[in-house]
């Protein structure tokens, strides 16, 4: 017996003539915890991850329709969903098989076909094939499986048979089909809402009833089904291509916070329906917009939207993934150049201090190296709390906050005059540290379209360190501007300099 997680939430009056919300409850899964809590809308609260299979889990991420480019509202969405996979993947050593479905099919990529006096398969092939060039500039993972809806026609038909026979949709004289809200009581479970359905036609017997078959319209594309001719609908897409290849059971379904009513709560409703059960999706995971200072939501409609490749222009991805990590995946993102400012200025830190490690444990002391046990201790600390606080919903804006502690501490230690030469511990918090990011999907690389050779940086950064020094002692303020200067001009060939009484360090932008 699976055990049920009552759901806290406040009874909403309905103005429409609907059936009211029947509160339901989240089922916990059978199966073996991993340690990990996740938030889960339908319990309102965070829930423990349980999985049938220790060690493996299936995800499924609503993917692009693909009518435009994408922009920095997916690109937020997209990244923030890989860095959770890669937690589940690297910090947990889940198994974890990813799918994402794009959409081919749609009326908007029909309408920009028709504009375009193209082949909507042709529009369709062009953005997809963008959008995974502008994924991998983010460095976001592809998924093991990507299914498109024009591959899967005759499962999305099958799919929709079987609800129809079961009684939960129905066929209208048109030939569109429609799923009967009124017969699945748990309708409305993701918002607990229903007063927000699809616009009402002649055809639907209820307002909250959406199409999981369009009928054939002339002059757009169609296929042959027993009920009539017509094309899948947006929403039944998903569960058709999912069931296919995970079954009855989804351990984690993920997308845009603008899903999670009503594309994901339909989902939920015709899939359960379809496997005749009470729970498909196990966990919902849904990301927060990101917004433009002052505005709303990223999006085309707002006509706000900033593009992959202007942002890449202007931020390395490793930026933006900063940015990412530093807020929290289930709350909106205000995109703003203060961000951008503050995510870059957080990633130079990581940066100087893995160089400064590097020149610590290589400099020319003679004393031996000893251990620094309280240093060791900080260590350990941060690396059970990163643990703990990843395992509390993926909270990696803490983490981050933790390994800047740690740098600080470490910072203090290198940088005493006349101190005792502490090289493990050093170079430990640096590989741990290294390794944090990296398991973030951060590439902590320089940037390549720097022409200036580094051996050439070094020799500059070496010099101007020496007379800045000198500068210090004689308090001559007139080369010491002269410094800045050069110090600034770096900047304009994307090198930042830390200056330091003992070794000086840079990184590229």
Not at 47 to 56: R, T
Not at 61 to 74: E, F, I, K, R
């Amino acid at each position: 017996m699976r055990k049920i997680v009552p759901v806290f939430s406040r009874k909403l009056s309905h103005v429409c003539s609907l059936k009211p919300y029947k509160e339901t409850k989240w089922m916990m899964p059978n199966g073996n915890p991993i340690g990990a809590y996740v938030y889960n809308c339908v319990a309102d609260q965070k829930v423990p991850v349980i999985l049938n299979d220790p060690n493996i889990a299936t995800w499924y991420s609503c993917g692009p329709t693909v009518y435009d480019s994408a922009h920095l509202g997916h690109a937020s969405c997209y990244v923030k969903i890989d860095i959770l996979q890669r937690i589940l993947k690297e910090f947990f050593k889940i198994k974890l098989v990813t799918a994402m479905g794009v959409t081919d099919i749609d009326d908007k990529i029909i309408k920009k076909a028709k504009e375009t006096k193209s082949d909507f398969r042709t529009i369709a092939k062009q953005y997809e094939h963008e959008f995974w060039l502008d994924m991998a500039s983010l460095n976001i993972e592809k998924p093991l499986i990507v299914v498109r809806v024009s591959d899967h026609v005759n499962t999305i038909e099958t799919f929709i048979q079987k609800i129809i026979e079961s009684g939960m949709a129905y066929v209208t004289k048109d030939g569109s089909v429609y799923f009967d809200t009124v017969k699945y009581n748990a309708y409305g479970k993701l918002q607990k809402m229903q007063d927000a359905g699809e616009p009402a036609d002649q055809y639907k017997r209820n307002k909250m009833d959406f199409t999981l078959w369009k009928a054939h319209k002339p002059g757009e594309p169609s296929w042959k089904a027993s009920w009539g001719e017509g094309r899948p609908g947006w929403h039944i897409e998903c569960s058709a291509m999912v069931s296919k290849f995970f079954g009855s059971q989804l351990d984690f379904h993920a997308g845009g916070i603008d899903l999670q009513f009503p594309h994901h709560e339909n989902e939920e409703a015709q899939s359960c329906s379809f496997h005749n059960t009470r729970q498909w999706a196990n966990y919902w995971i849904h990301i927060g917009h990101l917004q433009l200072k002052g505005d709303n939501k990223m999006s085309k409609s707002l006509k706000n939207t900033v593009s992959i490749p202007q942002m890449l222009s202007q931020h390395s991805a490793d930026t933006f993934r900063m940015a990412c990590l530093m807020s929290n995946y289930r709350y909106p993102m205000e995109y703003s150049d203060e961000l951008m400012k503050t995510a870059e200025s957080v990633l130079h830190k990581f940066k100087f201090f893995l160089k400064d490690a590097y020149n610590y444990v290589n400099n020319n002391a003679t004393e031996n190296g000893d251990y620094k046990y309280q240093l060791l201790d900080s260590l350990q600390n941060v690396e059970e709390l990163n643990l703990k606080v990843l395992r509390s919903d993926f909270d990696t804006a803490s983490c981050i906050n933790n390994l800047l502690n740690l740098v600080i501490k470490t910072n203090r230690l290198m940088k005493l005059e006349n101190s005792e030469f502490y090289p493990i511990p050093v170079l430990l918090i640096a590989e741990y540290i290294t390794n944090v990011l990296t398991k973030f999907g951060l590439k902590l690389q320089e940037s390549s379209d720097n022409e200036v050779p580094n051996n050439l940086i070094d020799t500059l950064v070496e010099f101007r360190h020496t007379v800045r020094l000198n500068a210090l002692n004689r308090k001559d303020k007139e080369l010491l501007s002269a410094c800045d200067i050069v110090r600034d001009q770096m900047k304009a060939i994307k090198v930042q300099i830390n200056d330091s009484e003992k070794t000086p360090s840079w990184v590229l932008k």
